[in-house]
Structure formats: C-alpha cells, structure tokens
C-alpha cells in the first residue's frame, strides 16, 4: 500500500478538497493517508506554510493548487515505480521501506537532537569557556586542588602560557612579554623573574606555562587570551542566532576566510615564524610578539567567523533531519 503524506493545517479548506479527492481515488489507488499539521513544527511551518496543501508520494510532490487529476497521475506513477521495484528485488529499496517501518531509540535520540542541538552547543561554549575563568576565582578562594585539577584538564588543549594568558584578580589584566610593547603594563619578566622567553625554544617557556600566579599578581585564566575570544565569540553567535529564530544565513566560506581565517592567520604565524632564529627570515619578518587587543581581536573574528559559517548549516541539516522524523514518526502512527 502506498504512503500519501499530506502536509496541512487547520481551517485549510484545499486541504479537505485534497483528502475528499484522495478518498475517491482510494479503490483506484489504494493508500494510506499520513496527516502532518506544519504547525506542530517550525521547520514545517517556515517551509510549507505559504504552498499548503503538499502532498508527497514517494518521490513525487504536488503542492497547491493540486488538481484531481494531477493527484490521479502522480498515484499512479509512484504505483507503477513500487511495482517494478517490488518485482526486481530492488535491495535499497526494500531497506528504505524496512527501516521506515521500525522507530527505534536511535531515530527519537536523533529527533530529540535535532530539535536541541543549539541549546547543547551553546551550554558547551559556556562551560568551556567558562570554566577556565573558575580556576583563577577558586585559587582567590584557597580551593587550590579543584583549581588546579582545572589548570591541568585545560593543558593538553592550551599553552597556557602566563605571558599571553588574562589575569584576574591581580594588579593588572595581562602580563605581556617586553618585546610585545604594551605600554603602560608590568612585563611578564618583570614580575615573575622569568627571563629569555623571547626565544620560542627555550626552557624557561615551561616555567611561564606552570605559572599560575599569587595573591599580588593574580591568577591566569586556564585558556589562553585568544583562546577565551575565540570560544567566547562563537558563544555570543550561538546566542545571537538561537535569538533571531535560527534565520541567519550562513557566512559565504570567501568571507570566512577573508575575516576569520585571514586576521588569526596573519597575526599567529607572522608571530611564529619571527620568533625562529632564521637569519634570511629576520630581514624580511622583524621580531614580534602579539599583544593582548590584536589576540583578542584576531581570535573573536575567527570564532565569530567560524560560527557564522557553520551553524546556519548545522540548522539546514538538522531540519531535514527533523522532517524527515516527523514524518516517519507520522507513518507509523497511522499504520498503528
């Protein structure tokens, strides 16, 4: 028996001309009639909603106006498609329909997740952004073991390093190298007493990566400064785009690349590559550190670059998934 989902709402009278013009073509044609109401889903809302009624019958689709005679013909061909695939044995086929009978804890995870999804990355962001920032407030508070258990969760995804790492509750924000020139700020060697950290080989690097701070300077975030722009941003995206309805289109991957790629990669590797003691290289790339305005800058661009580019595309495919659900789940509540 052939599945007809028609796509409907209340008080839609070409809708009831639709179904009255199926149930004569019943004996004809025999189907089973799968009501999907678009209001009960904002996806099918923002899709439908102006075209109802939509009547999908294995591949093929009418939308409004439907003629009884265009719904005779399409019947009739996705009758005659079943039939030959039914009589070759068509293995993807007979799958397709296997799997269409049988909802399973999977499909309502994945129903469950498509609707979700936004709110489960964005409360990600928050934590993971948010939980380096506890680390220095618990080392404030004398809870120096859950602090530390934190510094150490975050190493293998960060450098940490002191020198290009915020500093809260201390006397300064930040503790830039000297070779950085921030004006106004206590270098980092200046206030620890670790020195040669211009050299990107050097040991001393380990002991500014182990710097937590004191009492008088503060304590480092557990993410480095670019690090905490770039989640940061994509946090405020996330927050920005579940607020406008999930409408924003996604970035085009050219401008990707020009503002988000471009300003991190530009800065960070420029930064890199200075710091080798190539000889050739220094001529044409003079020594430099970043500040704290171009890591944070750089690193919001990139994460809010990043964002703008995926999660529209995120959205699209979790509202086929969420289509392609409801209506499955619709099925085989109609075949009972």
């Known amino acids: 028996m052939l599945n007809v989902t028609l796509y409907t709402r209340k008080d839609c009278h070409l809708c009831e001309q639709v179904k009255a013009d199926l149930d004569s073509l019943r004996t004809a044609y025999p189907h089973r009639l799968i009501e999907v109401d678009i209001d009960s889903d904002p996806v099918l809302q923002a899709k439908f909603s102006d075209i109802i009624p939509v009547i999908e019958v294995g591949p093929y689709k009418l939308q409004a106006p439907i003629a009884r005679q265009s719904l005779q013909m399409t019947l009739g061909a996705a009758s005659d498609r079943r039939d030959q695939l039914e009589q070759v044995g068509d293995k993807k086929y007979q799958v397709r329909v296997q799997k269409g009978k049988n909802v399973t804890g999977g499909d309502r995870f994945s ?13 990600f962001m928050l934590f993971y952004v948010g939980l380096p920032f506890l680390a220095p407030t618990l080392m404030k508070a004398g809870a120096t073991f859950p602090a530390r258990l934190l510094y150490r969760m975050y190493s293998p995804l960060c450098h940490q390093f002191g020198f290009r790492s915020f500093f809260l509750y201390g006397e300064q924000a930040y503790y830039p190298l000297k070779e950085a020139g921030v004006k106004g700020a206590k270098t980092f ?7 040669n950290l211009a050299d990107p080989m050097s040991a001393t690097r380990f002991d500014a990566r182990a710097f937590i701070g004191n009492d008088t300077l503060g304590y480092k975030v557990a993410l480095c400064e670019r690090d905490v722009a ?12 579940a607020l406008t309805g999930r409408r924003i289109k996604s970035l085009p991957w050219w401008l990707w690349i020009l503002i988000g790629l471009g300003p991190i990669g530009l800065d960070g590797f ?3 590559f200075s710091q080798f003691n190539w000889h050739w290289l220094a001529a044409i790339l003079p020594y430099r550190e970043s500040t704290p305005f171009l890591r944070v800058l750089t690193g919001a661009l990139f994460g809010f670059a990043t964002a703008w580019f995926a999660y529209p595309s995120i959205e699209e495919s979790m509202n086929e998934t969420r289509q392609y659900f409801i209506k499955k789940f619709a099925v085989n509540e109609a075949a009972g």
């Open 111 to 123: 129903f469950w997740m498509s609707k979700r999804y936004l709110i489960i990355l964005n409360l």
């Open 189 to 195: 060697e200046e206030v620890t007493g670790i020195q």
């Open 230 to 241: 770039i989640y940061g941003s994509m946090l405020l995206f996330g927050i920005l785009f």
């Open 270 to 272: 420029s930064q890199l």
